[in-house]
Nanobody, 126 residues
Framework: QVHLVETGGGLVQTGGSLRLSCAAS????????MGWFRQAPGKEREFLAS????????RYAESVKDRFTVSRGNPENTAYLQIDGLKAEDTAVYYC???????????????????WGQGTQVTVAS
């Protein structure tokens, strides 16, 4: 089993920035493909970004690609999501997800990922 823990959420003003972290522990199978999702109240879970184990392949939802940046940490089984220019509509619970594969094709599909973190709340206020 793999355990994922997100940190870095909180309350921030419009226009501010946050850097979310995701740390994996347990049976990481040597490498993980990792993704970020969010879910706002009353809405479905939304894909945001993903990154391969090597960090050489990144994917973004069109709606956030200008403001969100996904990266790998050190050690490899970590991931970060940098969010700049926060807007009120960014308010949501943000989730980290992972699968023990070196690469995936359907990176934006929830079903691709085998493990999920507990989520971290991001609240944007004026």
């Amino acid at each position: 089993q793999v355990h994922l823990v997100e940190t870095g959420g909180g309350l921030v003003q419009t226009g501010g920035s946050l850097r979310l972290s995701c740390a994996a522990s347990g049976r990481t199978f040597g490498s993980l493909y990792m993704g970020w999702f969010r879910q706002a109240p009353g809405k479905e879970r939304e894909f945001l970004a993903s990154i391969s184990w090597s960090g050489t392949s990144t994917r973004y939802a069109e709606s956030v690609k200008d403001r969100f940046t996904v990266s790998r940490g050190n050690p490899e089984n970590t991931a970060y999501l940098q969010i700049d220019g926060l807007k009120a509509e960014d308010t949501a619970v943000y989730y980290c997800a992972a699968t023990p594969r070196t690469h995936v094709m359907m990176y934006s599909a929830e079903s691709t990922y085998d493990y999920w973190g507990q989520g971290t709340q991001v609240t944007v206020a004026s």
